[in-house]
Nanobody, 123 residues
Framework: QVQLVESGGGLVQAGGSLRLSCAASGRTFSSFGMGWFRQAPGKEREFVATIRWNGIPYYADSVKGRFTISRDSAKNTVYLQMNSLKPEDTAVYYC?????????????????WGQGTQVTVSS
């Protein structure tokens, strides 16, 4: 079972930037990809971004052009660079170990979750 440890959350003003990190241990990258989900208060957890084993990234429409996902295979670490942050980006961000396309055409995590890291964007 892979273990995920996240870091990098915090408080930032609107328009600012943060970078999240997720270090994986216990297994190398999955056949599909690692990535990020987020959950705002009172809302369901939603897909943010994933990067496949071949390096191809996928993003939710709400973060395209502002967020960039990348990885360091040697370190088994995935990063999420978040720029031009908005108050609606405020959420707990969860690293996910094995993101795949779901039957409904969205994305789902079939592997482990990280503990979550809080991102708060003030207006």
């Amino acid at each position: 079972q892979v273990q995920l440890v996240e870091s990098g959350g915090g408080l930032v003003q609107a328009g600012g930037s943060l970078r999240l990190s997720c270090a994986a241990s216990g297994r190398t990258f999955s056949s599909f990809g690692m990535g990020w989900f987020r959950q705002a208060p009172g809302k369901e957890r939603e897909f943010v971004a994933t990067i496949r084993w071949n390096g191809i990234p996928y993003y939710a429409d709400s973060v395209k052009g502002r967020f960039t996902i990348s990885r360091d295979s040697a370190k088994n670490t995935v990063y999420l660079q978040m720029n031009s942050l908005k108050p609606e980006d405020t959420a707990v961000y969860y690293c996910a170990a094995d993101i795949r396309r779901s039957g409904s055409g969205g994305y789902e995590n079939t592997g482990s979750w990280g503990q979550g890291t809080q991102v708060t964007v003030s207006s």
